[in-house]
């Protein structure tokens, strides 16, 4: 089991940063693919960015993608997700979850976080 809570949201000016955690409680974070989504008011939540178990490979939603960083440190249990030269569009709540397997077709995962509000202002 899985715990995971999201911190570090915000307000912040366009073109500013922010820098997300997701820390996770329980044993074995070590073990999952580290997930970031964001869900837009009257929008579906999308996939944001991911991270293997050891760090080591990345994936980014291609709007993000030099902009925002995604990385984890095992031995503290969190997770990050960099935010760099935000835009108006990266207003969201933004949730971690996390699973074991790198590809998900079903669209469900084994856990997820209650997310932070991050609004950027133009």
């Known amino acids: 089991q899985l715990q995971l809570v999201e911190s570090g949201g915000g307000l912040v000016q366009a073109g500013g940063s922010l820098r997300l955690s997701c820390t996770a409680s329980?044993?074995?974070?070590?073990?999952?693919?580290m997930y970031w989504f964001r869900q837009a008011p009257g929008r579906e939540r999308e996939f944001v960015a991911k991270?293997?178990?050891?760090?080591?490979?990345?994936s980014y939603k291609h709007s993000v993608k030099g902009r925002f960083t995604i990385s984890r440190d095992n031995d503290k249990n969190t997770g990050f997700l960099q935010m760099d030269i935000v835009k108006p569009e990266d207003t969201a709540i933004y949730y971690c979850?996390?699973?074991?397997?790198?590809?998900?077709?079903?669209?469900?995962?084994?856990?997820w976080g209650q997310g932070t509000q991050v609004t950027v202002s133009s």
């Open positions: 991270i293997d178990s050891r760090g080591t490979t990345t």
């Open positions: 329980g044993r074995a974070f070590g073990a999952y693919v």
């Open positions: 979850a996390a699973d074991k397997a790198w590809v998900i077709t079903s669209g469900e995962y084994d856990y």
